[in-house]
C-alpha cells in the first residue's frame, strides 16, 4: 500500500508472542467502569462511516492537530473490587488531592470522545515519527479509533493492531475503542510515549513493548478490562516500561515479560510510580527471573490494600519463561508475592491503599 508522508495505514498487523500460560478464564468488562451516553463503544467492526462529527478515515489516517487536556465524563470506576479483595469503602472519582509523588493526582475518569460513537479504521494505522515524514507528537484531541477486527478477544492471537508506534513517537489524547475493535491496542515499535491514552475495554493487549533496547514510557493512562494482560513487554536488551501516574482496573497482569516468545530473553525492566489499581485477578507484575528482569515499584495504590497474611492480591510473581513456544512459563515460590528479591525490588511500604 502506498506510503504517506506522515500517519500510514499498514497491510498488516505484527502479532506479538505472549504468555499464553495461566491465563484468567473470567471474561472483560465484569468490575468497574461503564460508558455514558457521550462514549457509547462501536459494537461491531465492520468499517462503518462514523457519524456526521466524527473524524473521516482517509486511507492514510488523520493529522489531529492542536492540543486538549482531557474532561471529566465517559467511563468512571465503580465501588468494587474482586471478590477475593478486601472491602473497601471508597467510591471511585476523582482523588480531591495529590498523591504519591505529592504534586500529581492519578486520572480515574475517561472523557468522552470528541468524535461521539468513534471512528473504526479499516486496518492497522502507522505514526511516523518526524525523522520518517510524520510528526513526533501526535495529538488525537480525545477521539475515539478502533479498528476493523475480525478476531473475538477470546479467540486466542491474530488480534489487529490499532496504531503501530514508530521510534520516538509520543501519542496523546486519544482513546482506543473497546471490545473488539479494541485489537492488539498499541505496538510501540522503538522508544514511545503514551500519554493521556484511554483503553474503554481492552481486547488483546492494551499497548505492547516490541523494540529491543526501547523505552515504553504510560503516562496519564486509563485501562480498563482486560481479561489477561494489560501491557505486554516482548523486548528484550535491557528494556523497559514504565507505568506513572495512571489508573488500571479489571484485569489479570498489569504488566508481562513474554513467557514463551521466539528466541525469549531478556533483560526486560518494569517501572510503576504512582499507579492505582483495583480488580486484580492474577498479579501486578510478572517478570522472569531467568531471565534477568526486575520490577522497581513507587507508590503503588492497591484499591482495599494488600494483605499480607493472605497475599491477596499478588504484587509481584516471578516466573521461569521459556523460549520458542517451548511449553509454558512457570510461576516460581508456589505463586507467592516476592519482596525485596533481585527480581522483584519493592518493599511493603512501596504498597499502599486507597
Known amino acids: 500500500m502506498k506510503e504517506t508522508p506522515d500517519e500510514e495505514v499498514a497491510d498488516q498487523p505484527e502479532d506479538g508472542d505472549e504468555d499464553s500460560a495461566q491465563s484468567p478464564s473470567t471474561g472483560a468488562g465484569q468490575t468497574p467502569g461503564k460508558v455514558d451516553s457521550g462514549a457509547a463503544k462501536p459494537t461491531k467492526p465492520d468499517g462503518t462511516v462514523p457519524p456526521a462529527d466524527a473524524e473521516k478515515a482517509p486511507a492514510a489516517g488523520v493529522d489531529a492537530g492542536g492540543s486538549t487536556s482531557p474532561s471529566d465524563g465517559g467511563v468512571k470506576p465503580g465501588d468494587a473490587g474482586t471478590p477475593s479483595e478486601p472491602p473497601d469503602a471508597s467510591t471511585g472519582g476523582e482523588p480531591s488531592g495529590p498523591v504519591g509523588g505529592g504534586d500529581t493526582t492519578i486520572p480515574m475518569t475517561i472523557p468522552a470522545p470528541s468524535n461521539g460513537a468513534g471512528e473504526i479504521r479499516p486496518s492497522t494505522t502507522v505514526l511516523k515519527s518526524g525523522k520518517s515524514g ?57 522508544n514511545c510515549t503514551l500519554d493521556h491514552v484511554y483503553w474503554e475495554d481492552v481486547c488483546e493487549d492494551a499497548a505492547t513493548n516490541s523494540k529491543d533496547g526501547a523505552t515504553m514510557t504510560l503516562d496519564h493512562v486509563i485501562a480498563l478490562h482486560a481479561s489477561d494482560k494489560m501491557f505486554q513487554h516482548n523486548a528484550k536488551g535491557g528494556s523497559k516500561t514504565v507505568i506513572r501516574n495512571s489508573y488500571v482496573s479489571d484485569f489479570g497482569k498489569l504488566w508481562r515479560s513474554c513467557g514463551d516468545c521466539e528466541a525469549n530473553g531478556g533483560p526486560r525492566h518494569l517501572q510503576i510510580d504512582n499507579v492505582r489499581v483495583e480488580g486484580i485477578k492474577t498479579t501486578v507484575a510478572g517478570p522472569n527471573k531467568n531471565y534477568g528482569d526486575t520490577v522497581t515499584v513507587k507508590n503503588l495504590y492497591v484499591k482495599g490494600g494488600y494483605d499480607a497474611a493472605k497475599d491477596k492480591p499478588k504484587i509481584c510473581q516471578e516466573y521461569n519463561a521459556v523460549t520458542d513456544h517451548n511449553g509454558e512459563s512457570t510461576k516460581l515460590n508456589d505463586g507467592k508475592s516476592q519482596f525485596n528479591t533481585a527480581t522483584c525490588k519493592l518493599s511493603l511500604s512501596d504498597v499502599k491503599s486507597y
Open 134 to 190: 510524520g510528526k513526533d507528537v501526535w495529538d488525537f484531541e480525545n477521539k475515539k479509533i478502533g479498528v476493523n477486527n475480525p478476531v473475538d478477544c477470546e479467540g486466542g492471537e491474530g488480534q489487529v493492531t490499532v496504531f503501530e508506534v514508530e521510534d520516538g513517537v509520543t501519542v496523546k489524547n486519544l482513546i482506543i475503542a473497546g471490545g473488539q475493535p479494541g485489537g492488539n491496542g498499541i505496538v510501540c515499535k522503538g
